[in-house]
């Protein structure tokens, strides 16, 4: 036991050398370098002593392995989703490769996460960006999906380029206090909406084209076919933040399985034919109690247990469209939208997980790794065949669970590795058991906004943090929350320049404020 102390307490100077060692030895260009770009690193998590800081943080590797699972079964989605989404412009026949594709570029990125940054955090596939792959680039644009996927490539490769000059992290630093703590909430009244939706949700709400939505009624079996479902996951809502309140540990993880393991009983006791759970919503909302009016309505159950991975899709590029300027539109869009989405995500999700100082800043040499970890994970994802990796919101969700370091990362890895031959059974958690979990979670993560100032006296902060955090939902896009939330900020602050000048302040002083959230040095 001594001697375990002793190599935990020599281990603290050692991680604190490691962090800040080039900027306290070295001197010049070197101390620049590594101050101003994004080549600074910190691994000081891997060590024998207390290996990825699960002592220091306060957790079990047993609470980080259950916060692992619940982070994957809430991800897992992703699975059936994202090849769903990419076989409209692949092809049909193609879907099965991309179930593999997208399990194993996960894999590889999240367990990079975890060894790398030895942050929370799950990578995938990233929702939105998928859809920008294939209705705007390839159906509308008509651009060959090998072209799309080369651009893709290039985009993550921008990605790592920029990286590695510091040019993504000073995005970070450029967005305002109050758009970052609303980033938090707006995300989770995005995960929120998503989870309360037909398309990977409860079913609760449904497109309304006068109100844009409403609620799915009527909520009797009798009138509304989709109601079982809803009522289904409800009933795992209400299970969930029952357990949540009285702190059983593991409480999304049981609500997902119990709601899964209906859903699957259900469905193998009464075949699609005459389930009262079966997909997708509003397809099935007409059906009589007596059976099916069409072959399109299935419920979820596995059939096998497991397949032979295979990926066609690996490496179809062409490179013939890069002459042409609708490709390097692509290359810049993908770019921007990921760097963007990617910033509001870390932000996000570190402030929720309490990875930050007194000061609100996150660590530098961490945040480097993760940014690497995400550009390599779309170079590797374009290889396989998928679109734009990014990190997942929904890791927030083994954050609610206790997860504090990577391993919650490399188990959601070696979850999403497990799926690769058993893609069969983990791609057929329906969303009656995802949905609530990801409307919990939504919930938890309004409370970065609880100390914030909304009244008039604070407006010039106020203004755009309620518009960050009403167009992220809206919008359904994390980025463009950023972006109008940012951009309102900078008109107000320069409209308001005269004024400071006038009072004789500072009328610069806003923006100094912004780069406060990063130290020039260290963490």
């Known amino acids: ?279 997708p919503f509003g397809e099935c909302a007409d059906v009589s109690q007596t059976g099916l009016n069409g072959t399109e309505c299935f419920c979820y159950a596995p059939e096998r247990v497991a397949a032979i991975p295979k990926i066609d899709t690996a490496g179809a590029f062409a490179f013939d469209f890069i002459q042409k300027k609708e490709f390097w539109v692509a290359v810049i869009t993908f770019y921007f939208n990921d760097m963007i989405g990617c910033a509001g995500t870390l932000i996000a999700v570190t402030r929720k997980a309490g990875i930050v100082d007194a000061q609100g800043r996150i660590p530098k040499g961490r945040t480097n790794m993760a940014f690497l970890v995400d550009s390599v994970g779309t170079i590797i994802g374009s290889c396989l065949g998928t679109s734009t990796v990014t990190t997942y919101v929904e890791s927030a969700s083994g954050i609610v669970d206790g997860g504090r370091t990577g391993v919650v990362a490399l188990v959601v890895g070696i979850w999403f590795a497990l799926a690769v031959p058993f893609a069969p059974v983990i791609s057929q958690i329906p969303d009656l058991a995802t949905g609530p979990i990801l409307v919990i979670v939504g919930a938890s993560m309004l409370t970065t906004i609880e100390g914030f100032d909304w009244g008039s006296s604070n407006i010039e902060e106020a203004l755009p943090a309620f518009i960050t955090l009403m167009l992220i939902p809206l919008t359904f896009n994390i980025a463009y929350g950023i972006i109008a939330g940012t951009f309102f900020w900078i008109i107000i602050q320069i409209l308001l320049m005269p004024v400071r000048l006038v009072k004789k302040e500072d009328p610069f002083v806003k923006f100094k404020e912004l780069f406060c959230v990063f130290p020039r040095v260290g963490v």
């Not at 060894?115 to 929702?127: E, H, I, K, S, V």
Request: net charge negative.
């Open 1 to 279: 036991m001594e001697t375990d102390r002793e190599a935990a307490t020599a281990m603290e100077p050692m991680e604190e050398e490691t962090k800040t060692e080039h900027t306290e030895r070295s001197s010049g260009w070197r101390a620049w370098v590594w101050e101003n770009t994004g080549v600074a690193y910190d691994v000081a998590h891997l060590n024998r002593a207390d290996p990825f800081f699960v002592k220091r943080s306060g957790v079990t590797w047993w609470t980080e392995i259950r916060a692992g699972t619940v982070t994957f079964l809430t991800m897992s989605f992703i699975l059936p989703v994202n090849a769903l989404i990419m076989s409209i412009a692949i092809g049909e026949e193609h879907k099965d490769d991309l179930v593999v594709a997208t399990a194993v570029v996960s894999a590889v990125s999240s367990a990079l996460m975890g060894l790398l940054a030895n942050y929370p955090f799950g990578l995938a596939p990233g929702m939105g960006m998928n859809a920008y792959f294939v209705f705007t680039v390839v159906l509308q644009k008509q651009v060959e999906w090998q072209d799309a996927l080369t651009a893709v490539f290039f985009s993550g490769w921008l990605f790592l380029i920029t990286t590695i000059l510091g040019l993504r992290r000073f995005v970070l630093s450029c967005i305002p206090r109050g758009v970052q703590l609303a980033l938090s909430a707006g995300i989770g009244l995005f995960l929120a909406f998503i989870g309360a939706q037909p398309g990977g949700g409860m079913g609760i709400i449904v497109g309304d084209p006068v109100t844009l939505v409403r609620l799915n009624e009527p909520l009797t079996v009798e009138g509304n076919y989709d109601a079982s479902k809803m009522w289904l996951s409800v009933v795992v809502l209400i299970l969930t933040a029952t357990m949540l309140a009285l702190k059983v540990p593991g409480a999304p993880l049981v609500g997902i399985v119990f709601g899964t393991l209906i859903a699957w009983a259900e469905c193998w006791a009464r075949g699609p034919s005459a389930s009262a759970l079966d997909y």
